[in-house]
């Protein structure tokens, strides 16, 4: 499967994916940051398998020629009944976990065409509220450091030799890939906005598509290869004959309206360029007079809260990973983008809330304003 070094004491690294493979096989690179390190003693008495807690353990993890393949559906369950987490199958190496000195993982990986949005390795254990150190994620054929930094793109279909070194004493995180040295990091983790959440089923019975009243829907919206495509334009038509507001184009969430408790809507946004003066998400409801506890706005490629502060720079015509979460009873609202906190606000008060996506235009905005959405996910607390 891989090798664990130590250059002082015990580790506890762990494997994933939706499709990942793992192989000893050893070959030549320009780097070895192995040197220094003792190689330790490596059997399946060091780990066991995390997989979905509900299905046997061969079908969804292999270990055949000294491969491991590890493999898992994005509706499966958890790891076991009472956890909150996301479906896995995971090595988990128990029989080195470790507090102190410098340790390092070693191995092949494979990730077959298709794999995406997965963390394939991971260094589990981190500083509250972090869960983990460091994460390895696939996102759209690129290798990721969690989602804020690909590493390696073009890596479906082949093998790849991956080094990853911790050092504790020095909270640092070293990653190598095919003997290249990629990154170096402080070992801070991320939060995963969505942990202790309940994933909400969603599908078209949940939502409804506003458009401008007198086009047909598929004149501003469409919904291909699981992506949803909203434009409008500036002198379009509101919603409604009687709406005095400014024209939109929203996949409005009314199937998960709320009044309390904590909800959180996930899902990967893209503004192509050009787009500007345009609301691409809202939470709807608040105290009159305001309309809304939440919007998340495009202004010349960067997305702000409202039309101040300015979240992140620089978003045209790349996708970013969004987290919304409205705690209604604390009256509050957390944004993270990229797996980054952002923003915490107080909310807008109210009754009665939903999420929605898509363009709304503002003051200002361009002639003609896009957003794309995918992989939309409720969740709930």
């Not at 969505?194 to 919206?221: A, C, M, W």
Request: hydrophobic share 35%; proline share 5%.
């Amino acid at each position: 499967m891989g090798t664990s070094f130590r250059s002082s004491t015990s580790s506890l690294f762990a494997l994933a994916s939706l499709s990942l493979i793992v192989s000893t096989v050893l070959a030549h690179v320009s780097i070895d940051p192995t040197k220094g390190f003792e190689i330790l003693p490596f059997n399946k008495s060091y780990y066991h398998i995390q997989k979905p807690y509900d299905v046997p353990l061969d079908q969804r993890y292999s270990f055949v020629h000294g491969i491991h393949k590890c493999w898992v559906y994005a509706t499966d369950k958890p790891h076991t009944p009472t956890s909150k987490t996301k479906p896995r199958t995971e090595i988990a190496i128990g029989g080195y976990g470790y507090s102190s000195g410098v340790w390092q993982f070693e191995a092949y990986g494979y990730v077959p065409e298709g794999t995406y949005g997965v963390n394939i390795m991971q260094i589990f254990g981190g500083d509250p509220p972090h869960a983990t150190t460091f994460m390895l994620r696939v996102y759209n054929s690129s290798l990721f450091y969690y989602s804020r930094q690909a590493l390696v793109a073009d890596i479906y279909n082949r093998w790849f030799r991956l080094n990853v070194v911790h050092d504790v004493e020095a909270s640092k995180v070293w990653v190598y890939i095919d003997g290249a040295l990629q990154m170096e990091a402080d070992a801070l983790g991320e939060v995963d906005p969505t942990e202790g959440f309940e994933n909400l089923p969603f599908n078209t019975s949940f939502y409804h598509i506003q458009k401008p009243y007198d086009v047909p829907v598929e004149k501003r919206y469409s919904f291909e290869g699981g992506i949803h495509d909203c434009w409008v334009y500036a002198d379009d038509k509101p919603h409604t004959p009687n709406s005095r507001t400014l024209p939109r184009t929203e996949v409005a969430i009314q199937g998960y309206s709320y009044s309390s408790g904590v909800w959180q809507l996930e899902g990967y946004g893209y503004v192509p360029s050009g787009t500007s003066g345009v609301c691409i998400m809202q939470v709807f409801g608040a105290t009159h007079p305001r309309a809304t506890t939440f919007m998340l706005r495009d202004y010349n490629g960067s997305l702000s809260y409202y039309r101040s502060p300015v979240l992140v720079y620089d978003i045209y015509d790349k996708w970013f990973r969004l987290n919304v979460i409205h705690d209604v009873d604390a009256s509050k609202v957390r944004v993270y983008i990229d797996g980054e906190l952002k923003i915490e606000a107080n909310d807008g008060g109210g009754t009665f809330h939903a999420f929605k996506f898509g363009v709304y235009a503002q003051k200002d905005g361009s002639s003609l304003m896009e957003s794309r959405w995918k992989d939309i996910k409720i969740w709930r607390k």
